[in-house]
């Protein structure tokens, strides 16, 4: 081959790759939410209420305690696992007793859970207790409106007044 | 004997030598075709880590003229890269188009590099340092990208931000899940996007660090394509990025769900899978095939051929050794004979991959000595100067007729295939110039051929560049001028180029035919043959 063809050629087939390359670099596209869908976000991070789990201190326990210690109450430094129901439409579609995080199981309990609809209006239900039994101190209940590739939450701070609708 | 004839076996896995082999002859498809157009030296194949270095440089450069536009805080990081690629795509439009496509191709570039070092074996042995310290470089350059797409906070960063966090939730290290971070733009943290901007410069300066270490054990690494091929390469990049500038994907909007996005498939492959698998499977993945990457050199091991040694009484300390080792196995130490020379040659057998290649470089190798046990300053064990001549005289006899042609191969190469009248050594480097002058002056054959691996792309590294330069008189130990040049052919080919091969040995025996046939006649003529006038 003429050494003067040759760099074009060379030139040519670098571009050629580089092309290829760039192309990849953003095609083919990818759907990660199918057509017409929506997605639902429950997500909150909440510790359980610790003196739920406190018990009264039998005598003995009491008697083998120092004087200054004594407390009528005996409360483990763990917090307890807080419950959630999540209903759609009346169908239940989660529901957990959701243990507390960190290494000394003190840190606050985390619910991340995702759901893919399909646009429309819902019944959402969402009920949260502090304790491992009794009843749900926090409830709500709503109609919400997916559009398509909407992201919708449902949050919770207590301090706001419960669960939060984004 | 050793070396006579014949390609040495190593031991290997029948799945992993077949797979080798397939894709060594894809290689060696694609290099010749490189070698052709490009040239040898060239030939970007043949160069893959110093592409892969030199695209990194042009990343971070491009990367620091980026900054200077860059706004580092959430809010506007979107609008101030919109502005790049809108008002001034002239200028940091294009360098925004060649960050991101050098990054790209560095990944592309990395890929082939692993697998060609792969096919070629160069992984087992001494040469696990390489391949292992390669490992980690493929997760910070993956961390180096996706870090970087982060930073545009445009649909497509949203997507990965969102993925990512969910990723890194399984570990609960984060007091607060980090895909909280991303719920709500309420939620939004500008905190969380400055780690991110401080993550997207510091894992970049690790890769570096990293690309290092990995060339630490490699005597001359090659870290810089010739200027010709990174002048192609920054105009390819420049036609490309006009073609295509890059362009960003709409500002991220966390009320909306990034649903179809335009994703890097070199750098995001792995994402939709997280999506598909779940975290921990594709947690899974990842560890796994970086553990069992890191196994390979071991499976199975090598079977380490013995390696060089000095022989102090042949040394003087004159340092060739030292400079023609491929993998910085040899450094000169004190002397510690008492001999009047100041240094000695010390071979670290850790280092040492056994190609011989300071046996051909070493002085003292010269076969017409006439001494019982042939020694010389350093001799690889298992195939030492003594089996070397031993075996050029035993090729030599079983040559026959008027043109006889000793073949001295390298085992990596076509050569290395060839039957009769061949000695081969694990590198053609190996073979000290003075052999060629023994054997035409001692009459052993017509015509020599130096047969080696493939042209640009030396197994041992180094090797086929010493042969020239030796035989072209450039570099010590030089081959001797009454050596006949007619009389010696080099041959490159790789194990696959057979037929080039024989046709070339073929043309090369027709030409000594000729040369045989004018010397017959010069010599009837009553002229002196050159030829004979050698040291007994
Ligand atoms: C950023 C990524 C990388 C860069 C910039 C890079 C660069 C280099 C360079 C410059 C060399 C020396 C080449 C020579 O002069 O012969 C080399 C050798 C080598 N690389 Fe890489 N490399 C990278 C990644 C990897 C990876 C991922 C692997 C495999 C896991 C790998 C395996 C090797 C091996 C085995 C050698 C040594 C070959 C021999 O012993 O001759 N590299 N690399
Ligand atoms: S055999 Fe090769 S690797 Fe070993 S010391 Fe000699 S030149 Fe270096
Ligand atoms: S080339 Fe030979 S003489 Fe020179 S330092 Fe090495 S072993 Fe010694």
């Not at chain 1, 959701?98 to 859970?113: C, F, N, T, Y």
């Not at chain 2, 982060?150 to 939730?169: E, F, G, I, R």
């Not at chain 2, 042949?314 to 510690?336: K, Q």
Request: charged share 20%; proline share 7%; with cysteine.
């Amino acid at each position: 081959m003429k050494e003067a063809l040759k760099m074009p050629l060379r030139f040519a087939v670098l571009a050629l790759i580089f092309m290829g390359v760039a192309a990849l670099s953003n095609r083919p596209l990818y759907r990660s939410l199918p057509e017409g869908t929506g997605m639902l976000t429950l997500s909150f991070s909440h510790g359980a209420d610790r003196r739920a789990a406190c018990r009264k201190a039998t005598p003995e326990e009491l008697a083998k305690l120092p004087p200054n210690m004594r407390r009528p109450e005996i409360c483990p430094r763990d917090r307890p696992p807080i419950r959630v129901e999540f209903d759609i439409d009346g169908k239940r579609m989660f529901e957990a007793e959701v243990p507390p995080s960190g290494i000394a199981s003190d840190g606050p309990s985390r619910v991340h859970q995702r759901f893919v609809l399909p646009a429309g209006e819902y019944e959402i239900a969402v009920r949260m207790s502090e304790r491992p039994d009794g009843d749900f101190t926090w409830h709500e209940e709503r109609t919400i409106r997916i559009d398509p590739s909407n992201s919708r939450v449902i949050d919770f701070r207590a301090n706001a007044g419960g669960f939060v609708f984004h | 004997m050793a070396g006579v004839g014949g390609r040495r076996r190593t031991n290997d896995w029948p799945v992993l030598r077949h797979a080798k082999k397939g894709l060594r002859r894809i290689f060696d498809l694609s290099e010749r075709g490189a070698e052709r157009l490009f040239s040898p030296v060239l030939n970007p194949l043949a160069q893959l880590g110093a592409l892969s270095f030199f695209l990194f440089w042009v990343v971070a450069v491009s990367g620091i003229y980026l900054f200077i536009f860059f706004d580092t805080g959430i809010v506007d990081a979107y609008s101030s890269v919109e502005w790049i690629s809108g008002q001034h795509w002239y200028h940091a439009g294009v360098m925004r188009s060649f960050h991101r496509y050098a990054s790209d191709l560095m990944v592309v570039s990395v890929a082939i590099h692993l697998l060609r070092e792969f096919s070629l074996d160069r992984y087992r042995g001494t040469r696990w340092f390489s391949w292992v310290t390669g490992i980690p470089l493929i997760w910070f350059l993956y961390i180096s990208g996706i870090t970087g797409y982060w930073l545009v906070w445009d649909m497509l960063a949203q997507y990965v931000a969102v993925v990512s966090a969910k990723l890194l939730d399984v570990f609960p290290v984060f007091g607060e899940p980090l895909a909280r971070n991303f719920l709500t733009p309420q939620h939004l943290s500008s905190r969380f996007f400055s780690l991110l901007v401080f993550l997207h410069i510091a894992v970049p300066l690790i890769l570096l660090l990293g690309m290092w270490i990995h060339t630490q054990r490699i005597s001359r690494p090659k870290v810089n394509p010739p200027r010709l091929l990174a002048a192609l390469m920054l105009s390819a990049l420049l036609g490309v990025s006009l073609w295509k500038p890059t362009l960003s994907q709409g500002p991220a909007d966390l009320t909306h769900v990034p649903a179809e996005v335009g994703l890097d498939w070199l750098f995001l492959p792995l994402y939709p899978l997280a999506e598909a698998w779940g975290e921990w499977s594709l947690w899974g993945l990842l560890v796994g095939v970086s553990v069992m990457l890191a196994a390979m050199p071991w499976l199975p091991p090598f079977r380490r051929a013995p390696v060089a040694k000095v022989d102090l009484p042949n040394c003087n300390g004159c340092n060739r050794c030292v400079e023609d080792c491929p993998y910085e196995a040899i450094r000169l130490v004190p002397r510690t004979d008492g001999e009047p020379f100041p240094h000695q040659a010390e071979v670290n057998a850790n280092l040492c991959v056994s190609c011989g290649i300071c046996m051909g470089a070493c002085p003292s190798s010269t076969p017409f000595r006439r001494q019982q046990d042939l020694k010389t300053g350093i001799d690889l064990t298992g195939q030492p100067l003594r089996d070397v001549r031993e075996s050029v005289v035993a090729a030599s006899a079983e040559l026959k007729g008027t043109r006889r042609v000793l073949v001295l191969a390298c085992e990596h190469g076509a050569g290395g295939g060839d039957l009769g009248g061949v000695v081969t050594f694990p590198c053609v480097a190996m073979v000290p110039p003075s052999l060629i002058d023994f054997i035409l002056s001692k009459d052993l054959a017509e015509g020599v051929v130096a047969a080696g691996c493939s042209e640009s792309t030396c197994y041992n590294r180094l090797g086929g560049e010493w042969t020239k330069q030796r035989f072209a008189g450039e570099r010590d130990p030089y081959l001797r001028k009454r050596v006949e040049r007619e009389r010696l052919a080099t041959i490159w080919a790789s194990p696959f180029e057979s037929r080039r091969y024989e046709a070339e040995k073929a043309a090369f025996a027709a030409r000594l035919e000729t040369l045989e046939k004018a010397a017959q006649r010069a010599a009837t003529e009553g002229e002196s043959d050159t030829r004979l006038e050698v040291e007994a």
